[in-house]
């Protein structure tokens, strides 16, 4: 399996601008999870998925934040509009369940987001 | 609330030696998962060891061990033989039973030494 893969890299956007952030999960895994981190607050929980279902979307901070889980093996995380605070680096990670607990998460490689 | 405190922002090891990481966490569950996970330059998050609360032996990977302590809610990491590919940010992390939110902590910047 290659892992668990994002899109782009890298996002370079202008203030106002509609940002999307997608991630295709390891094939199998139960749930997804989208993550960000900055330097002053860390990794932060944003909202998870199981089943493609959401499960706690208590981490996104504004309803400028969105994400969607269309089916098994994609999601996306949507900004509109987007701001400079919310540069940072978005990681998408996806979780087996294996007798009854999540037991390790595999992370992509992170979306670098800059917002200019 | 489940909570993940790592109180060393960073740390310092002359290349060959140990260094120890010190992790302590809150939960009022008796199961769950600890974690480290490295994460380099690339910024690429990398599971470098995972321990099981019912499990009374510390886990151990290669040069990578833990000291767990479940009566005192601490997870340190032992690095031995460091090496400057060590080094890199260090999180800690939790999984409780019965829950489904993987909470990391601030984690600490390991620099390594030639």
């Known amino acids: 399996d290659a892992g668990v893969i994002q899109s782009p890299r890298h996002e370079v956007t202008e203030m106002g601008q509609e940002v999307t952030l997608r991630c295709k999960p390891i094939?199998?895994?139960?749930?997804l999870f989208w993550y960000r981190q900055t330097m002053m607050r860390g990794l932060e929980l944003l909202i998870y998925?199981?089943?493609?279902?959401?499960?706690?979307d208590s981490g996104m901070p504004e309803d400028r934040f969105s994400a969607k889980m269309p089916n098994a093996s994609f999601s996306t995380l949507k900004i509109q509009p987007s701001e400079p605070r919310d540069s940072a680096v978005y990681f998408c990670?996806?979780?087996?369940?294996?007798?009854?607990?999540?037991?390790?998460?595999?992370f992509g490689q992170g979306t670098r987001l800059t917002v200019v | 609330a489940q909570t993940v405190t790592q109180s060393q922002p960073e740390m310092s090891v002359q290349e060959a030696e140990t260094v120890t990481l010190s992790c302590t966490y809150d939960?009022?569950?008796?199961?769950?998962?600890l974690f480290w996970y490295k994460q380099p330059p690339s910024r690429q998050m990398i599971l470098v060891i995972r321990?099981?609360?019912?499990?009374?032996q510390n886990a151990t990977e290669n040069r990578f061990s833990v000291n767990f302590q479940k009566a005192a809610k601490s997870f340190s990491l032992k690095i031995s033989d460091s090496q400057l590919g060590d080094a890199a940010m260090y999180f800690c992390?939790?999984?409780?039973?019965?829950?489904?939110?993987?909470?990391f902590g601030k984690g600490t910047k390991l620099t390594v030494n030639p």
């Open positions: 990670a996806s979780s087996p369940r294996a007798g009854g607990y999540l037991t390790e998460a595999f």
């Open positions: 094939s199998g895994h139960d749930y």
């Open positions: 998925f199981n089943n493609n279902v959401p499960i706690d």
């Open positions: 939960t009022s569950e008796s199961d769950y998962y």
């Open positions: 321990q099981e609360a019912y499990k009374q």
């Open positions: 992390a939790f999984f409780q039973g019965g829950s489904e939110k993987l909470v």
